[in-house]
Protein backbone atom coordinates (compact mmCIF):
# COMPACT_ATOMS: atom_id res chain seq x y z
CA UNK A 1 0.00 0.00 0.00
CA UNK A 2 1.50 3.84 -1.16
CA UNK A 3 1.35 6.35 1.78
CA UNK A 4 -2.13 8.05 2.49
CA UNK A 5 -3.30 10.70 1.07
CA UNK A 6 -3.73 13.73 3.38
CA UNK A 7 -7.32 13.01 3.32
CA UNK A 8 -7.06 9.85 4.06
CA UNK A 9 -8.72 8.09 8.05
CA UNK A 10 -5.60 7.61 9.55
CA UNK A 11 -5.75 4.22 11.94
CA UNK A 12 -3.24 6.22 14.51
CA UNK A 13 -5.14 8.54 15.05
CA UNK A 14 -8.52 6.89 15.00
CA UNK A 15 -11.24 8.25 17.49
CA UNK A 16 -10.84 4.92 19.62
CA UNK A 17 -13.41 1.99 20.77
CA UNK A 18 -16.19 2.11 23.02
CA UNK A 19 -14.95 -0.22 25.42
CA UNK A 20 -10.69 -0.15 26.30
CA UNK A 21 -9.01 -2.27 24.78
CA UNK A 22 -5.31 -0.70 25.83
CA UNK A 23 -4.85 -4.05 28.98
CA UNK A 24 -6.37 -6.62 26.30
CA UNK A 25 -3.44 -9.28 24.67
CA UNK A 26 -2.25 -8.32 21.23
CA UNK A 27 -3.12 -10.63 18.64
CA UNK A 28 -0.61 -10.01 15.40
CA UNK A 29 0.48 -6.80 14.12
CA UNK A 30 -2.54 -5.07 12.95
CA UNK A 31 -3.70 -1.99 13.51
CA UNK A 32 -7.15 -0.68 14.40
CA UNK A 33 -8.88 -0.60 10.95
CA UNK A 34 -7.01 -4.28 10.24
CA UNK A 35 -8.74 -5.70 13.10
CA UNK A 36 -11.93 -3.92 12.54
CA UNK A 37 -11.95 -5.76 9.21
CA UNK A 38 -10.85 -9.07 10.94
CA UNK A 39 -13.20 -8.74 13.45
CA UNK A 40 -15.89 -8.37 11.03
CA UNK A 41 -15.09 -11.03 8.85
CA UNK A 42 -14.98 -13.24 11.67
CA UNK A 43 -18.56 -12.47 13.02
CA UNK A 44 -21.20 -14.85 12.68
CA UNK A 45 -23.42 -12.03 10.95
CA UNK A 46 -21.22 -11.89 8.09
CA UNK A 47 -21.04 -15.50 7.62
CA UNK A 48 -24.94 -15.26 7.59
CA UNK A 49 -25.03 -13.52 5.05
CA UNK A 50 -23.91 -16.37 2.53
CA UNK A 51 -28.14 -17.42 2.44
CA UNK A 52 -29.48 -14.08 2.72
CA UNK A 53 -31.13 -12.84 -0.37
CA UNK A 54 -29.36 -10.31 -2.67
CA UNK A 55 -31.98 -10.05 -5.12
CA UNK A 56 -33.62 -13.80 -5.44
CA UNK A 57 -34.81 -15.27 -2.38
CA UNK A 58 -33.32 -18.69 -1.30
CA UNK A 59 -31.87 -18.92 -4.66
CA UNK A 60 -31.78 -22.38 -6.01
CA UNK A 61 -29.15 -21.58 -9.07
CA UNK A 62 -25.22 -22.15 -7.44
CA UNK A 63 -24.18 -18.60 -9.58
CA UNK A 64 -26.43 -16.40 -8.52
CA UNK A 65 -25.64 -13.73 -5.88
CA UNK A 66 -26.20 -13.76 -2.64
CA UNK A 67 -25.85 -10.70 0.76
CA UNK A 68 -21.77 -12.69 1.03
CA UNK A 69 -21.03 -12.69 -2.38
CA UNK A 70 -22.01 -9.43 -3.24
CA UNK A 71 -20.48 -7.78 -0.34
CA UNK A 72 -17.00 -9.17 -1.38
CA UNK A 73 -17.79 -7.90 -4.55
CA UNK A 74 -18.52 -4.04 -3.42
CA UNK A 75 -15.24 -4.65 -0.98
CA UNK A 76 -13.17 -5.87 -3.97
CA UNK A 77 -14.28 -2.24 -5.76
CA UNK A 78 -14.32 -0.29 -2.85
CA UNK A 79 -10.35 -1.26 -2.73
CA UNK A 80 -9.39 -0.27 -6.21
CA UNK A 81 -11.31 3.26 -5.63
CA UNK A 82 -9.48 3.96 -2.30
CA UNK A 83 -5.93 3.04 -3.46
CA UNK A 84 -6.43 5.10 -6.27
CA UNK A 85 -7.42 8.36 -4.28
CA UNK A 86 -4.91 7.44 -1.11
CA UNK A 87 -7.29 6.42 1.22
CA UNK A 88 -7.05 3.35 4.09
CA UNK A 89 -7.77 0.42 2.17
CA UNK A 90 -8.21 -1.17 5.32
CA UNK A 91 -11.15 0.85 7.02
CA UNK A 92 -12.86 1.11 3.36
CA UNK A 93 -12.93 -2.36 2.90
CA UNK A 94 -14.47 -3.61 6.75
CA UNK A 95 -16.84 -0.92 5.99
CA UNK A 96 -17.66 -2.85 2.40
CA UNK A 97 -17.95 -6.03 4.04
CA UNK A 98 -20.04 -5.24 6.65
CA UNK A 99 -22.29 -2.84 5.27
CA UNK A 100 -25.33 -5.17 4.58
CA UNK A 101 -24.85 -7.41 8.15
CA UNK A 102 -28.08 -5.79 9.12
CA UNK A 103 -30.33 -7.38 6.48
CA UNK A 104 -33.12 -9.77 7.78
CA UNK A 105 -33.61 -12.55 5.55
CA UNK A 106 -35.26 -11.85 2.20
CA UNK A 107 -33.95 -8.49 1.60
CA UNK A 108 -36.03 -5.79 1.30
CA UNK A 109 -39.41 -8.01 1.56
CA UNK A 110 -38.44 -9.02 4.72
CA UNK A 111 -37.42 -5.58 5.88
CA UNK A 112 -40.89 -4.47 4.78
CA UNK A 113 -42.08 -7.13 7.17
CA UNK A 114 -40.29 -6.25 10.11
CA UNK A 115 -40.56 -2.79 9.75
CA UNK A 116 -44.69 -3.57 9.71
CA UNK A 117 -44.75 -6.03 12.56
CA UNK A 118 -42.78 -2.80 14.66
CA UNK A 119 -45.21 -0.27 13.36
CA UNK A 120 -46.20 0.55 16.70
CA UNK A 121 -42.72 -0.15 18.79
CA UNK A 122 -40.50 1.97 16.50
CA UNK A 123 -39.87 0.41 13.10
CA UNK A 124 -36.70 -1.44 11.76
CA UNK A 125 -34.36 -0.51 9.54
CA UNK A 126 -31.71 -2.49 8.04
CA UNK A 127 -29.20 0.36 8.44
CA UNK A 128 -30.03 1.08 11.92
CA UNK A 129 -30.00 -3.02 12.56
CA UNK A 130 -26.08 -3.27 11.26
CA UNK A 131 -25.20 -1.22 14.02
CA UNK A 132 -27.59 -2.98 16.57
CA UNK A 133 -25.85 -6.03 15.56
CA UNK A 134 -22.47 -4.62 15.33
CA UNK A 135 -22.36 -3.33 18.80
CA UNK A 136 -24.89 -5.39 20.96
CA UNK A 137 -25.98 -8.85 18.90
CA UNK A 138 -22.46 -10.51 18.20
CA UNK A 139 -21.78 -11.71 21.41
CA UNK A 140 -18.45 -13.98 21.21
CA UNK A 141 -16.22 -11.73 23.47
CA UNK A 142 -16.22 -12.20 27.90
CA UNK A 143 -15.94 -8.43 28.42
CA UNK A 144 -18.58 -6.93 26.11
CA UNK A 145 -20.76 -7.06 24.14
CA UNK A 146 -20.27 -6.36 20.19
CA UNK A 147 -17.66 -6.75 18.05
CA UNK A 148 -16.26 -3.02 19.58
CA UNK A 149 -15.21 -1.82 16.70
CA UNK A 150 -13.66 1.88 16.07
CA UNK A 151 -15.42 5.06 16.17
CA UNK A 152 -14.41 5.35 12.25
CA UNK A 153 -16.03 2.00 11.46
CA UNK A 154 -19.11 2.80 13.05
CA UNK A 155 -19.01 5.85 12.20
CA UNK A 156 -19.29 4.84 8.30
CA UNK A 157 -21.42 2.19 8.65
CA UNK A 158 -24.36 4.65 10.43
CA UNK A 159 -24.19 7.27 7.70
CA UNK A 160 -24.04 4.82 4.96
CA UNK A 161 -26.25 6.93 2.78
CA UNK A 162 -24.96 10.47 4.09
CA UNK A 163 -26.05 12.29 7.05
CA UNK A 164 -28.60 11.38 9.59
CA UNK A 165 -31.12 13.73 10.86
CA UNK A 166 -34.15 11.99 12.91
CA UNK A 167 -32.05 8.60 13.10
CA UNK A 168 -34.65 5.77 14.02
CA UNK A 169 -34.31 3.78 17.12
CA UNK A 170 -31.63 1.39 16.46
CA UNK A 171 -29.18 4.01 15.91
CA UNK A 172 -30.49 6.56 18.07
CA UNK A 173 -29.32 3.84 20.53
CA UNK A 174 -25.85 3.38 18.76
CA UNK A 175 -25.42 7.00 18.89
CA UNK A 176 -26.27 7.30 22.75
CA UNK A 177 -23.91 4.95 23.41
CA UNK A 178 -20.90 6.43 21.37
CA UNK A 179 -21.73 9.73 19.50
CA UNK A 180 -21.18 9.41 15.56
CA UNK A 181 -21.82 12.86 14.73
CA UNK A 182 -24.66 11.83 12.49
CA UNK A 183 -25.62 15.22 11.47
CA UNK A 184 -22.00 15.78 9.41
CA UNK A 185 -20.67 13.78 6.44
CA UNK A 186 -18.68 10.92 6.98
CA UNK A 187 -15.26 9.93 6.18
CA UNK A 188 -14.07 9.28 2.43
CA UNK A 189 -13.37 5.93 3.25
CA UNK A 190 -17.19 5.55 3.78
CA UNK A 191 -18.43 7.32 1.25
CA UNK A 192 -16.58 5.45 -1.09
CA UNK A 193 -17.89 2.08 0.10
CA UNK A 194 -21.05 3.97 -0.13
CA UNK A 195 -20.51 4.09 -3.92
CA UNK A 196 -18.99 1.01 -4.37
CA UNK A 197 -22.45 -0.82 -2.91
CA UNK A 198 -24.10 1.27 -5.83
CA UNK A 199 -21.75 0.37 -8.75
CA UNK A 200 -21.49 -3.77 -7.72
CA UNK A 201 -25.40 -3.89 -7.99
CA UNK A 202 -26.42 -1.82 -10.14
CA UNK A 203 -24.11 -4.19 -12.71
CA UNK A 204 -24.31 -7.72 -11.20
CA UNK A 205 -27.98 -7.38 -10.89
CA UNK A 206 -27.75 -7.14 -14.63
CA UNK A 207 -25.71 -10.08 -15.02
CA UNK A 208 -28.22 -12.12 -12.28
CA UNK A 209 -31.78 -11.07 -14.25
CA UNK A 210 -29.93 -11.84 -17.50
CA UNK A 211 -29.24 -15.13 -16.16
CA UNK A 212 -32.69 -16.04 -14.14
CA UNK A 213 -34.64 -14.76 -17.83
CA UNK A 214 -36.40 -12.11 -16.59
CA UNK A 215 -34.37 -9.56 -18.32
CA UNK A 216 -33.20 -9.48 -22.25
CA UNK A 217 -30.95 -7.62 -23.81
CA UNK A 218 -33.38 -6.19 -25.92
CA UNK A 219 -34.45 -4.75 -22.80
CA UNK A 220 -30.87 -3.61 -21.77
CA UNK A 221 -30.65 -1.57 -24.96
CA UNK A 222 -33.74 0.75 -23.90
CA UNK A 223 -31.02 2.42 -21.57
CA UNK A 224 -28.59 4.58 -23.60
CA UNK A 225 -25.53 3.56 -20.84
CA UNK A 226 -25.71 0.15 -21.62
CA UNK A 227 -27.01 0.06 -25.33
CA UNK A 228 -23.44 2.32 -25.69
CA UNK A 229 -21.64 -0.44 -23.82
CA UNK A 230 -23.01 -2.92 -25.92
CA UNK A 231 -21.81 -0.93 -28.87
CA UNK A 232 -18.11 -1.30 -27.87
CA UNK A 233 -18.29 -4.83 -26.73
CA UNK A 234 -19.32 -6.00 -30.09
CA UNK A 235 -16.53 -4.05 -31.65
CA UNK A 236 -14.05 -4.97 -29.69
CA UNK A 237 -14.99 -8.95 -28.95
CA UNK A 238 -17.01 -9.70 -32.18
CA UNK A 239 -16.10 -13.19 -32.14
CA UNK A 240 -16.84 -13.87 -28.40
CA UNK A 241 -19.77 -16.00 -27.31
CA UNK A 242 -22.67 -14.54 -26.10
CA UNK A 243 -21.96 -15.37 -22.22
CA UNK A 244 -18.48 -13.87 -22.97
CA UNK A 245 -19.86 -10.26 -24.42
CA UNK A 246 -22.39 -9.94 -21.42
CA UNK A 247 -19.65 -10.68 -19.24
CA UNK A 248 -17.51 -7.57 -21.04
CA UNK A 249 -20.04 -5.86 -20.90
CA UNK A 250 -20.81 -5.97 -17.03
CA UNK A 251 -16.61 -5.26 -16.59
CA UNK A 252 -16.69 -2.40 -18.92
CA UNK A 253 -19.73 -1.04 -17.04
CA UNK A 254 -17.97 -1.05 -13.42
CA UNK A 255 -14.83 -0.09 -15.38
CA UNK A 256 -16.91 3.18 -16.74
CA UNK A 257 -18.38 4.07 -13.51
CA UNK A 258 -15.44 3.26 -11.41
CA UNK A 259 -12.75 5.82 -13.49
CA UNK A 260 -16.16 7.98 -13.55
CA UNK A 261 -16.11 8.56 -9.49
CA UNK A 262 -12.37 8.43 -9.15
CA UNK A 263 -11.99 11.59 -11.41
CA UNK A 264 -14.94 13.17 -10.30
CA UNK A 265 -13.70 12.67 -6.49
CA UNK A 266 -10.20 14.23 -7.53
CA UNK A 267 -11.38 16.99 -8.97
CA UNK A 268 -13.78 17.85 -6.02
CA UNK A 269 -10.58 17.60 -3.57
CA UNK A 270 -8.60 19.59 -5.44
CA UNK A 271 -11.61 22.08 -6.06
CA UNK A 272 -12.59 22.25 -2.25
CA UNK A 273 -9.07 22.34 -1.00
CA UNK A 274 -9.65 19.15 1.01
CA UNK A 275 -6.27 18.56 2.79
CA UNK A 276 -7.83 16.28 5.84
CA UNK A 277 -9.72 14.17 7.07
CA UNK A 278 -11.19 16.83 9.14
CA UNK A 279 -11.99 18.81 5.89
CA UNK A 280 -14.19 15.85 4.36
CA UNK A 281 -16.34 16.13 7.34
CA UNK A 282 -16.62 19.80 7.71
CA UNK A 283 -17.00 20.34 3.17
CA UNK A 284 -20.88 20.22 4.15
CA UNK A 285 -21.05 17.66 1.04
CA UNK A 286 -20.43 14.51 -0.34
CA UNK A 287 -16.93 14.27 -2.29
CA UNK A 288 -17.11 10.76 -3.80
CA UNK A 289 -19.65 11.14 -5.95
CA UNK A 290 -20.00 10.62 -9.73
CA UNK A 291 -19.54 13.38 -12.80
CA UNK A 292 -22.86 14.97 -13.17
CA UNK A 293 -23.56 13.02 -16.72
CA UNK A 294 -22.74 9.49 -15.01
CA UNK A 295 -24.96 10.28 -12.06
CA UNK A 296 -28.13 11.19 -14.36
CA UNK A 297 -26.82 7.86 -16.45
CA UNK A 298 -26.74 5.99 -13.13
CA UNK A 299 -30.16 7.30 -12.17
CA UNK A 300 -31.64 6.08 -15.43
CA UNK A 301 -30.30 2.60 -14.79
CA UNK A 302 -31.77 2.44 -11.12
CA UNK A 303 -35.02 3.50 -12.58
CA UNK A 304 -34.84 0.72 -15.36
CA UNK A 305 -33.75 -1.92 -13.23
CA UNK A 306 -36.55 -1.26 -10.75
CA UNK A 307 -39.23 -1.09 -13.34
CA UNK A 308 -38.20 -4.45 -15.07
CA UNK A 309 -36.20 -6.36 -12.51
CA UNK A 310 -36.78 -5.62 -8.80
CA UNK A 311 -40.36 -5.15 -9.73
CA UNK A 312 -41.08 -8.11 -12.13
CA UNK A 313 -44.20 -10.11 -11.62
CA UNK A 314 -42.08 -13.45 -10.13
CA UNK A 315 -39.58 -11.13 -8.06
CA UNK A 316 -43.70 -9.73 -6.46
CA UNK A 317 -44.68 -12.97 -6.17
CA UNK A 318 -41.38 -13.88 -4.21
CA UNK A 319 -41.44 -10.98 -2.16
CA UNK A 320 -45.51 -11.70 -1.15
CA UNK A 321 -44.34 -15.29 0.25
CA UNK A 322 -41.10 -13.54 1.84
CA UNK A 323 -43.44 -11.20 4.09
CA UNK A 324 -45.81 -13.70 4.74
CA UNK A 325 -43.04 -16.32 6.09
CA UNK A 326 -41.10 -12.95 8.24
CA UNK A 327 -44.68 -11.80 9.54
CA UNK A 328 -45.95 -14.96 10.31
CA UNK A 329 -43.06 -16.05 12.17
CA UNK A 330 -43.26 -12.47 14.45
CA UNK A 331 -46.70 -13.26 15.12
CA UNK A 332 -46.27 -16.49 16.46
CA UNK A 333 -43.33 -15.57 18.55
CA UNK A 334 -45.06 -12.76 19.56
CA UNK A 335 -48.37 -15.34 20.74
CA UNK A 336 -46.11 -18.05 22.29
CA UNK A 337 -42.26 -17.36 23.04
CA UNK A 338 -41.85 -21.06 23.98
CA UNK A 339 -41.58 -21.37 20.11
CA UNK A 340 -38.04 -19.52 20.02
CA UNK A 341 -34.74 -21.18 21.31
CA UNK A 342 -33.89 -21.26 24.76
CA UNK A 343 -31.09 -18.89 24.66
CA UNK A 344 -34.06 -16.35 23.31
CA UNK A 345 -36.61 -16.49 25.42
CA UNK A 346 -34.20 -16.67 28.32
CA UNK A 347 -33.60 -12.77 27.28
CA UNK A 348 -37.06 -11.85 26.19
CA UNK A 349 -37.77 -8.83 27.86
CA UNK A 350 -41.31 -8.39 29.96
CA UNK A 351 -42.28 -4.64 28.46
CA UNK A 352 -42.88 -2.88 25.32
CA UNK A 353 -40.95 -2.05 23.16
CA UNK A 354 -38.24 -4.19 23.87
CA UNK A 355 -40.52 -7.48 24.04
CA UNK A 356 -40.92 -6.69 20.05
CA UNK A 357 -37.54 -5.66 19.27
CA UNK A 358 -36.07 -8.80 20.93
CA UNK A 359 -38.20 -10.96 18.68
CA UNK A 360 -37.35 -8.76 15.45
CA UNK A 361 -33.95 -9.46 16.38
CA UNK A 362 -34.18 -13.15 16.17
CA UNK A 363 -36.22 -12.75 13.13
CA UNK A 364 -33.66 -10.58 11.36
CA UNK A 365 -30.74 -12.98 12.02
CA UNK A 366 -32.38 -15.79 10.47
CA UNK A 367 -31.02 -17.13 6.87
CA UNK A 368 -33.59 -16.94 4.11
CA UNK A 369 -33.48 -21.32 4.33
CA UNK A 370 -33.58 -20.84 8.36
CA UNK A 371 -36.86 -18.64 8.60
CA UNK A 372 -38.31 -21.40 6.02
CA UNK A 373 -37.46 -24.07 8.45
CA UNK A 374 -39.15 -22.33 11.20
CA UNK A 375 -41.91 -20.93 9.86
CA UNK A 376 -42.87 -24.68 8.75
CA UNK A 377 -41.83 -25.77 12.53
CA UNK A 378 -43.43 -22.61 14.31
CA UNK A 379 -46.24 -21.79 11.71
CA UNK A 380 -47.29 -24.90 9.28
CA UNK A 381 -46.87 -25.45 5.67
CA UNK A 382 -46.17 -22.86 2.85
CA UNK A 383 -45.70 -22.99 -0.81
CA UNK A 384 -43.17 -21.47 -2.35
CA UNK A 385 -42.74 -19.61 -5.56
CA UNK A 386 -40.49 -21.52 -8.38
CA UNK A 387 -37.09 -20.97 -7.67
CA UNK A 388 -37.91 -19.51 -4.48
Not at 195 to 207: E, G, L, W
Not at 240 to 254: T, Y
Request: aromatic share 6%.
Amino acid sequence: MSDPAPWASRPDASRGRLHDERTATARGPRDAFQRDRDRIIHSAGFRRLRHKTQVFMAPDGDHFRVRLTHSLEVAQIGRTIARALGLNEDLTEALCLAHDIGHPPFGHAGEDALEEALRDHGGFDHNGHTLRVLMTLERTYPRWNGLNLSWETLEGLAKHNGPIHEPQWALAEADAAFPLELAHYSSLEAQVAAIADDIAYDNHDIDDGLRAGLLTLDQLFEVPMLAEGWRDVEAACAGAGLKQRIGELVRSQIGRMVNDLIDATRGRIEGLGIDSAADVRAAGQAIAAFSDPMREAERGLKRFMYANLYHHPNQLTAADAARAIVSGLFAAYRADPGLMPEEWRAALPEAEPGRSRHIADFIAGMTDRYAIARYREAVGEIELPEGF
